[in-house]
Nanobody, 123 residues
């Protein structure tokens, strides 16, 4: 069982930056693939970024590639999402997720989810 808690969301102006954190409970954090997803009002939850267990291999949605960076610190049981050059289209609730699968982009494969953190980007 893994419990996830996101933090770091907030209100930021377009062009600004935020860093989201996802703290995980338990001793087996390093055995999980971690992902970040987001859900805007009236839209489905979508993949943003994912990172494999070792932290070497990462994946990004085209819409955030070059602006967002996913990372993890297995010693601290924490995953991060650094978000730069934010624009109003990035406004959403951001969720972190953990799973034992190798594939990182498919949300149905993740077993554990956090409660989400709101990110609002003003124009």
């Amino acid at each position: 069982q893994v419990q996830l808690a996101e933090s770091g969301g907030g209100l930021v102006q377009a062009g600004g930056s935020l860093r989201l954190s996802c703290a995980a409970s338990g001793r087996t954090f390093s055995s999980y693939t971690m992902g970040w997803f987001r859900q805007a009002p009236g839209k489905e939850r979508e993949f943003v970024a994912g990172i494999r267990r070792s932290g070497v291999t990462t994946y990004y949605a085209d819409s955030v590639k070059g602006r967002f960076t996913i990372s993890r610190d297995n010693a601290k049981n924490t995953a991060y999402l650094q978000m730069n050059s934010l624009n109003p289209e990035d406004t959403a609730i951001y969720y972190c997720a953990a799973g034992t699968q190798v594939v990182v982009i498919e949300k149905s494969l993740y077993s554990y989810w956090g409660q989400g953190t709101q990110v609002t980007v003003s124009s």
